[in-house]
């Protein structure tokens, strides 16, 4: 075979007058091509360090420096008060110099000291700006003069073209907030949810522990903030993912879709190729930093730390702790496909492979009949079960011979892809097919995708695809960031002909997708089905429902003058009351990226307005003039508690890590425990649309995702993801549990559909005639 050849670099024969050696001219081509690129990314990856690493100046503008120091020679001015004259007479070696080779010399160096010292400050300029947050909370389209002015001089300091690390140095740490603040913002968070004794109680509790412990505690968390770049970052990850020994499938991973009414291509070989070479090529302006860095009002920068590894990424299972093995520079794919393992290489002579070659690699894998070796069907069960008993296993039974090389080669890819047998994706025509969808990306059959890995990518037979994501790395936007590029170069830059194929000429000459060998015995294929059962449990108890909202959406709720967020937010709230008839500790998922490696805070969405403005609602005797103005009291409550959590001052965060100091410290408190003890029985998060340049919905409106979801928090209550697409679409994700008889997915979907209709309808009539006839007078979802 041709493949057989080329594979081989030399051969030779040993003979009575010695060897004959002969080269393979093709694979030396090969290996050079290959170092050259390699070489080349070396190159760009420091070139755009340097321009990174010297931000917000630039290297010519080193030059600019020295010319002006060396000009100081001739025209006999010293800017630098006598300093270059003091390098002069201390030079080494300054006897075998000449005298103006000194005074070049020592100009050179000054001039370089003054060009850095001007980067620092511009950089703690930078981060003093970065610092303020006023702008955050004014009214939605206006803005102070004082706000205008800061902005101006952010933009001012922020130089030209920033790479995807620029800002990093000039971002300012998260701060910790007063131990008094946060006990008053816990209290009014939850005296909606106490009777009067049980907030006495609460308010005692805490108010023992802010006059005993909380001063220690806080002191400890105040240097650990001088000391670290981020005081909570670093214990979120390691005790709320990393440490937690149930399984990650449903409970921690996340899912995102693919685009909602377009299927590009049909072709599911065709489909994958384009949607892997999106990714190596996001993969490739990654690792050179050459993504535009995320910025708000177009602006001010958010943190990129968490990017750095969406990609040759995995999350190793431990006995007491997992670790997240982050590798570099790996060019190889696993792939699964009924039950079998392939190793797929990336690159070829040195570059990507190409879409269509790609589709070539992964028809090969969809046309082998090959058999699963035994126990390799459901390995991938070990992934989704208890932590301790993959970690054992791991032990025993992957860590040396061919199973060790076999599972190194799964977790060193650079991500890992599963080509499913069953279609899948939204169909207008069934009425499950969302829930079903969302079910496949989120568990599959519990042993098809590998749950460990930064992100598995899925790609269906109909030619839909989807993401399936591990947690502890990063949170949903960050894969969001990769799966928009991805989605926008598939459908409009890279296209397929016209027969679904990827464009471009097939080359039959690569190698074909090698299976990974596996030698599992007994006792480890029964471990592999123990955790296949438990998973399945889990899997079949996620009660999922979604739906498109498309009575109204953003375009209208903005000419109400409120926050889309605040709308959705109170809508859940007047759903949850109405599904459950008591209100609940609300969860919903804030960002604190303004900050250097900042991750997420918990907005407390049940608010005493919030609950006022319920009751209201359900109350007959309410006028509709009451109502509004409730729910705009509730609105601003929530808009000012979402800005206080993203600049810094949130609740759970700063009590998450005075708990972990009490616990280093050894120190009892009550309050602490009760207050990390509460069960969040809704939990809410919205998926942003970060990167609008990529698609003009208004121009192609069908090109629009779907957003994603995750599972259940509660054993009896809900998870509900959503995304605001456009002006007229909201799609919603709702989770819970078959085995708890007070919840049902459905039943909650048709409560937060009609909640949004009847908050809409508390608006002005000349909105309330629009809608209605849009609306057909009916309330209906799907």
């Given at each position: 075979m041709a493949e057989a050849h080329q594979a081989v670099g030399f051969q030779f024969t040993v003979r009575p007058d010695g060897v004959d050696l002969k080269l393979s001219q093709e694979v030396i081509k090969t290996i050079y091509l290959s170092g050259v690129t390699a070489w080349k990314k070396r190159a760009i990856q420091f070139k755009n360090g340097v321009l990174a690493g010297v931000y917000p100046a630039s290297p010519s503008s080193w030059l600019i420096v020295v010319i002006a120091m060396m000009s100081s020679l001739y025209i006999r001015i010293d800017p630098s008060l006598g300093m270059i004259e003091a390098l002069q007479e201390n030079l080494p070696h300054r006897d075998y110099l000449s005298v103006q080779s000194r005074a070049v010399l020592s100009a050179i160096l000054f001039a370089t000291g003054l060009w850095l010292f001007l980067i620092y400050l511009l950089r703690y300029m930078l981060k003093a700006l970065l610092s303020y947050h006023g702008w955050i909370f004014e009214s939605h389209g206006k803005m102070s003069r004082s706000t205008k002015v800061w902005l101006s001089l952010v933009k001012m300091f922020s130089g030209r073209r920033p790479l995807l690390y620029s800002f990093q140095a000039s971002l300012p740490r998260l701060p910790v907030p007063s131990v008094d603040d946060t006990i008053h913002r816990y209290l009014e968070s939850v005296h909606p949810l106490l009777n009067s004794d049980q907030y006495d109680q609460m308010e005692r509790l805490a108010n023992d522990f802010k006059d005993s412990k909380a001063a220690q505690l806080q002191r400890y968390l105040i240097l650990k903030s001088w000391w670290g770049t981020n005081y909570v970052s670093d214990w979120w990850e390691e005790y709320i993912y990393l440490r937690g020994r149930s399984p990650i499938m449903v409970n921690s991973n996340f899912y995102i879709m693919d685009l909602l009414y377009i299927t590009p291509t049909h072709r599911q070989a065709a489909r994958a190729g384009n949607v892997v070479h999106a990714m190596l090529q996001y993969r490739r302006k990654l690792e050179r930093g050459e993504h535009a860095p995320l910025r708000a009002l177009g602006t001010v920068p958010m943190c990129s730390t968490q990017m750095e590894r969406i990609f040759n990424t995995t999350r190793i299972p431990g006995i007491e702790t997992d670790i997240v093995q982050h590798l570099t520079d790996r060019k190889h794919l696993v792939v699964y496909h009924k039950g079998r393992f392939f190793l797929l290489w990336l690159y070829t002579g040195g570059r990507h492979l190409l879409p269509s070659e790609l589709e070539t690699q992964f028809q090969r894998i969809l046309n082998d009949t090959s058999e699963p070796q035994p126990g390799e069907l459901k390995l991938a069960a070990l992934t989704a079960g208890h932590r301790v008993p993959w970690a054992q296993s791991r032990i025993k039974y992957f860590g040396q011979g061919v199973n060790k090389v076999s599972l190194d080669a799964i977790e060193s890819a650079a991500f890992f892809l599963t080509l499913d047998d069953e279609p899948q994706g939204y169909d207008p025509a069934k009425a499950k097919s969302l829930d079903s969808y969302a079910?496949?990306?989120?568990?599959?059959?519990?042993?098809?995708?590998?749950?460990?890995?930064?992100?598995?990518?899925?790609?269906?037979?109909?030619?839909?695809?989807?993401?399936?994501?591990?947690?502890?790395?990063?949170?949903?936007?960050?894969?969001?960031?990769?799966?928009?590029?991805?989605?926008?170069?598939?459908?409009?830059?890279?296209?397929?002909?016209?027969?679904?194929?990827?464009?471009?000429?097939?080359?039959?000459?690569?190698?074909?997708?090698?299976?990974?060998?596996?030698?599992?015995?007994?006792?480890?294929?029964?471990?592999?089905?123990?955790?296949?059962?438990?998973?399945?449990?889990?899997?079949?108890?996620?009660?999922?429902?979604?739906?498109?909202?498309?009575?109204?959406?953003?375009?209208?709720?903005?000419?109400?003058?409120c926050s889309p967020d605040a709308f959705i937010q109170l809508a859940l709230q007047l759903a949850q009351f109405r599904d459950q008839g008591v209100f609940c500790l609300t969860y919903e998922s804030s960002m604190t990226r303004m900050f250097r490696d900042g991750r997420t805070e918990t907005v407390r969405s049940c608010t005493t307005e919030a609950v006022a403005f319920v009751r209201a609602m359900e109350d007959e005797g309410a006028t509709k003039a009451q109502r509004l103005a409730l729910f705009r009291k509730a609105a601003d409550k929530h808009q000012n508690m979402y800005r206080l959590a993203m600049t810094g001052s949130g609740i759970d965060r700063h009590l998450f890590c005075l708990y972990l100091v009490s616990k280093y410290l050894g120190v009892d408190s009550p309050f602490l425990k009760k207050?990390?003890?509460?069960?969040?029985?809704?939990?809410?998060?919205?998926?942003?649309?970060?990167?609008?340049?990529?698609?003009?919905?208004?121009?192609?409106?069908?090109?629009?995702?779907?957003?994603?979801?995750?599972?259940?928090?509660?054993?009896?209550?809900?998870?509900?993801?959503?995304?605001?697409?456009?002006?007229?679409?909201?799609?919603?994700?709702?989770?819970?549990?078959?085995?708890?008889?007070?919840?049902?997915?459905?039943?909650?979907?048709?409560?937060?559909?009609?909640?949004?209709?009847?908050?809409?309808?508390?608006?002005?009539?000349?909105?309330?005639k629009t809608t209605v006839e849009q609306l057909g007078n009916g309330k209906k979802h799907m």
């Open positions: 079910k496949s990306l989120l568990h599959g059959k519990c042993y098809d995708r590998w749950f460990d890995k930064s992100f598995t990518l899925i790609s269906y037979p109909n030619g839909k695809v989807g993401v399936n994501a591990e947690h502890s790395w990063a949170d949903a936007p960050i894969v969001g960031h990769m799966w928009e590029y991805v989605l926008a170069t598939d459908c409009f830059h890279l296209g397929y002909t016209e027969e679904g194929h990827c464009k471009g000429d097939v080359n039959k000459g690569l190698p074909h997708p090698s299976r990974l060998q596996w030698q599992i015995p007994n006792e480890c294929q029964e471990v592999i089905e123990t955790s296949y059962l438990s998973a399945k449990l889990i899997a079949d108890d996620v009660d999922f429902h979604g739906y498109l909202f498309h009575e109204f959406g953003k375009g209208l709720i903005k000419k109400c003058r207050v990390l003890s509460e069960p969040w029985r809704l939990s809410t998060s919205q998926t942003p649309q970060q990167q609008l340049n990529l698609v003009d919905i208004n121009k192609f409106p069908k090109y629009v995702s779907a957003g994603g979801g995750f599972g259940p928090v509660a054993d009896d209550g809900y998870g509900v993801s959503y995304i605001i697409v456009g002006e007229n679409l909201i799609t919603f994700h709702i989770s819970s549990k078959f085995s708890s008889p007070d919840t049902n997915s459905c039943r909650f979907g048709q409560h937060i559909c009609d909640a949004m209709l009847d908050i809409q309808a508390l608006f002005k009539p000349e909105n309330d």
